[in-house]
């Protein structure tokens, strides 16, 4: 269940879905300045959770109009902003990991807390990866850049929920090398 922890903050169920994990490091993407980033993937059927995205997408339109318009004489209407849930079956047709997803991308420059399910400290940076499970807290805002306008997604604490299978086909030493004895000499 999603919940709403302000108007613009929310709280997602803990099961959706982590990818593109870069949540220990910052990364830079084409020479922009690093951020804390993550892929937050909601399924279509937890609506929820998307309700309450959508409602804090709108309060942050309602309370950024004065951003939006900047030297404006309007705000632009809200169906004609960016918006950062973005539906995973029409942008990626032909991706199986991403069929009745939704999806959000969120970052943030200061480094998100990451907790387990009983709020420990998740300090093993091996524990987070792409394909964990778990709940995110997420803030949303309106944005000006002058070419463009919109309502991003900020990532602001993140809660492992459950393990599942690693996303991008990168297989453990464990899995690589299970099943093999000793002697087995594959160069012979």
């Known amino acids: ?3 709403i922890m302000s108007s613009t903050k929310v709280i997602t ?3 959706t879905l982590w990818s593109y994990v870069h949540v220990t490091q910052p990364q830079s993407i084409n020479g922009s300045e690093p951020k804390y980033s ?3 993937r909601i399924k279509k059927t937890d609506t929820k959770t998307i309700d309450a995205v959508q409602k804090a997408m709108r309060a942050a339109y309602e309370e950024g109009q ?3 318009k900047g030297t404006g004489k309007s705000v632009p209407p809200y169906d004609t902003l960016k918006k950062p849930l973005r539906d995973g079956d029409q942008e990626f047709p032909d991706d199986e990991s991403m069929a009745g997803y939704y999806f959000i991308n969120a970052n943030n420059r200061q480094k998100p807390g990451v907790v387990d399910r009983d709020r420990n400290p ?4 091996d524990e987070i990866y792409s394909g964990c499970f778990g709940r995110c807290s ?3 805002f309106a944005y000006n850049t002058g070419s463009s306008k919109g309502i991003a997604c900020a990532i602001n604490n ?9 996303l991008g086909g990168h297989a453990t030493a ?3 090398f299970a099943g093999l004895d000793d002697d087995d000499d594959f160069l012979s």
């Open 1 to 3: 269940m999603a919940k």
């Open 13 to 15: 169920s803990p099961e």
């Open 38 to 40: 993550i892929q937050v």
């Open 66 to 68: 004065a951003k939006l």
């Open 122 to 125: 998740i300090l093993d940076p």
């Open 138 to 140: 997420l803030g949303f």
């Open 158 to 166: 993140l809660q492992k929920w459950n393990d599942g299978p690693r």
């Open 174 to 176: 464990e899995e690589d």
